[in-house]
């Protein structure tokens, strides 16, 4: 049968099929094909036609059928149905039909594959998106790998000492050694890798030596896993290291975030490529604390010990610069860790701040207080001596005393004022950043100047 001559069913009558790829589905009403909204272009098929045709087609020509069908008529098996072929037939062309021709505009059913698909798109990017980050938070921690020689007690300090603080984090390194001084670490809470350079020189009458000796060397390693390990050392100066006070020039090259997720916590954002420093480290496997202790004990050594083969005098002299040295140290070094602070972001700011205070009270709190009481004992122990001029050398003894009080009072002022605040702006930190500057500038000065005083009264 054709579709000319074929007696189209009603709108009610259940024979119609939905042509599909993968097969039919069906049977349904005309009616029923209308209300599921399917589009006007999909193929369907009834009993009696030859190919199968779409939707608007079979719409366009339907009417009443010519004969009815009774119920106790028994309707004979559907003969199979064209398979995916049939889609592929060219339908002949559909003469006209007298009959009034109905509206389509209403049967028009747009077509939603694409706006499923683009949600389904978008979703499956959500999730890729919300694990990714999830994946990067989970990396957020600070470890690193005991490196041989490195003994469980210091591994363990290193491990307290460092913590998580941000992806983007700038180089700045401490320093770390064991007692035998084979290896020199330094540690990094970047998330960085470099090729590193340094050159170290030990401070004249910094050394935990029975003489003063001039300590000077070069080396090279690469900054891996938070961590730069020199090992190997070409001296132009002595011929191994003693724990002491030295001054490091350091060059770190070709930087780079190490690994993916320190490049997915800065968004890919490259690094600065080279870091160059210039600061005093102490080497010794016990800590800067126990160094300055040490030290101050091993001054006082060689005095006792000096004072019985050489000169009394000189060897005041010496003593007493060496302490305003160490004080002019102290300062520079109080200086560069509130300048640290208050160059860090806000969003941190009472942790970053707990931390610094934390650091100068362990640091130099006690150190200072210390270094005052043992002063006074030094000059009441030299009075029993017989140095000439002990009135004007006693009053060096108030020079350090005042000193000493006023890098920590001035170090306190600015702690007290950074616990005040609550939610500093960056604009607050700049103002503090000038004012620190200013005060220990001053208390610098100060320093140089009775350096430079002592100078001309020992020539007197």
Not at 356 to 380: A, P, R
Request: include cysteine; proline fraction near 4%.
């Amino acid at each position: 049968m054709t579709l000319s001559n074929f007696d189209w069913t009603d709108k009610t009558s259940v024979k119609w099929f939905i042509m599909l790829r993968t097969g039919h589905e069906g049977p349904y009403s005309l009616e029923s094909l209308i209300q599921r909204k399917i589009a006007p272009e999909m193929k369907v098929w009834a009993e009696g036609l030859t190919s199968a045709v779409t939707l608007k087609v079979a719409v366009e020509n339907s009417r009443k059928i010519v004969h009815m069908v009774s119920e106790e008529d028994e309707i004979p098996p559907l003969p199979p149905l064209p398979q995916a072929e049939v889609e592929e037939e060219i339908v002949p062309p559909i003469p006209e039909i007298e009959t009034q021709e109905r509206p389509t505009e209403n049967l028009a059913i747009p077509d939603h594959s694409l706006k499923i698909r683009l949600g389904l798109a978008l979703g499956i990017l959500l999730v890729l998106v919300l694990g990714l980050k999830e994946w990067v938070k989970s990396q957020q921690h600070f470890s690193i790998n005991r490196a041989p020689g490195m003994g469980t007690e210091l591994f363990q300090k290193i491990s307290n000492d460092f913590k998580f603080e941000a992806w983007g984090k700038k180089i700045f390194f401490k320093e770390y050694v064991p007692a035998d001084m084979s290896h020199i670490w330094l540690v990094t809470s970047s998330f960085q890798t470099c090729q590193v350079d340094a050159s170290f020189s030990s401070v004249k009458g910094k050394l935990l030596a029975g003489s003063d000796e001039k300590v000077s060397f070069k080396t090279s390693s690469q900054i891996k896993n938070h961590v730069v390990e020199f090992s190997n050392f070409d001296f132009t100066s002595g011929n191994k290291i003693t724990p002491g006070l030295y001054e490091m020039n350091l060059k770190a090259t070709n930087c780079e975030w190490d690994g993916l997720d320190a490049k997915l916590g800065n968004f890919f954002k490259s690094p600065e490529p080279v870091y160059i420093t210039r600061m005093k480290v102490v080497l010794y496997h016990k800590g800067s604390v126990e160094f300055n202790t040490i030290l101050d004990k091993l001054i006082r050594k060689k005095l006792d010990s000096e004072m019985k083969n050489q000169n009394q005098e000189e060897l005041f002299w010496q003593d007493l610069q060496q302490k305003l040295q160490t004080l002019l140290a102290m300062t520079l070094q109080i200086e560069q860790l509130l300048l640290e602070f208050v160059e860090k972001s806000p969003e941190n700011f009472k942790n970053n701040l707990k931390f610094t205070v934390d650091k100068y009270t362990k640091n130099f709190g006690s150190t200072l207080t210390e270094f005052v009481v043992q002063n006074e004992k030094y000059f009441n122990d030299l009075e029993k001596s017989e140095l000439p001029n002990m009135s004007k050398k006693r009053s060096y003894e108030a020079v350090i005393r005042i000193t000493s009080k006023n890098i920590g009072l001035e170090s306190m002022k600015i702690i007290e004022q950074l616990q005040s605040w609550k939610n500093p702006s960056g604009a607050d930190l700049g103002r503090m950043e000038s004012r620190i500057k200013k005060q220990f500038d001053a208390l610098k000065n100060s320093l140089n100047q009775r350096i430079i005083q002592l100078t001309e009264d020992r020539t007197k």
